[in-house]
């Protein structure tokens, strides 16, 4: 199975600063890379995916880059509704595999 | 709109039986390919399971596989989840979600809001 590792798992910031979290995949998985991000409380929503395409409706701030095993999601302006938990996930095979998740905290 | 809703949860003993509904609205369901993705309490994302649009591809997570099974059922436009010999470690919200209808794409566009399985005694 494909393990995949985000880091961090926690990160403080506050409304307005650049925050980007990374995604490591334990062999290469091409660009089948998705990010989702999770409110509390709600279901999981898809931001990018190939690892660099936005999804339709998600706004510009959000930025996705990385092909095989190294991956980035890059939030370029935080705003409220960004504090959530942001997990990657690789679709290259089965099973599906998801990271651990970052939680991205107001400070 | 888009829409899936998941019924089915509740409470149930270890070793006993459970089976999740989720039904679509909004898509041409029987084109398109779905999931069961599972969240336990506090913890991360777990996909359970994979079924193509004609149930003729279904793959398993090892973790479910043997006491799972999905299906569907695309003239009710709708996804099922039959749990058996369930346990602890399976309490968690239960999401079904769509797989992005594309070919080669299998990351999910849709979701459901899920429905809590609670396995205790």
């Known amino acids: 199975d494909i393990q995949m590792i985000q880091s961090p798992s926690f990160v403080s910031a506050s409304v307005g600063d650049r925050v980007t979290i990374t995604c490591r995949a334990s062999?290469?998985?091409?660009?089948?890379l998705a990010w989702y991000r999770q409110k509390p409380g709600k279901a999981p929503e898809l931001l990018i995916y190939p690892a660099s395409s936005l999804q339709g409706g998600v706004p510009s701030r959000f930025s996705g880059r990385g092909s095989g095993t190294d991956f980035t999601l890059t939030i370029s302006s935080l705003q409220p509704e960004d504090f959530a938990t942001y997990y990657c996930q690789q679709t290259n095979s089965f099973p599906l595999t998801f990271g651990q998740g970052t939680k991205l905290e107001i400070k | 709109e888009v829409q899936l809703v998941e019924s089915g949860g509740g409470l149930v003993q270890p070793g006993g039986s459970l089976r999740l509904s989720c039904t679509a609205s909004g898509f041409n369901f029987g084109s398109d390919n779905m999931n069961w993705v599972r969240q336990a309490p506090g913890k991360g994302l777990e996909w359970v399971s994979y079924i193509s649009s004609s149930s003729n591809t279904i793959n398993y997570a090892d973790s479910v596989k043997g006491r799972f099974t999905v299906s569907r059922d695309n003239a009710k436009t709708s996804l099922y989840l039959q749990m058996n010999s369930l346990r602890d470690e399976d309490t968690a919200v239960y999401y079904c979600?769509?797989?992005?209808?594309?070919?080669?794409?299998?990351?999910?566009?849709?979701w459901g809001q899920g429905t809590t399985v609670t396995v205790s005694s």
């Open positions: 062999q290469g998985i091409y660009n089948w």
């Open positions: 979600a769509k797989r992005i209808a594309l070919v080669g794409y299998y990351a999910m566009d849709v």
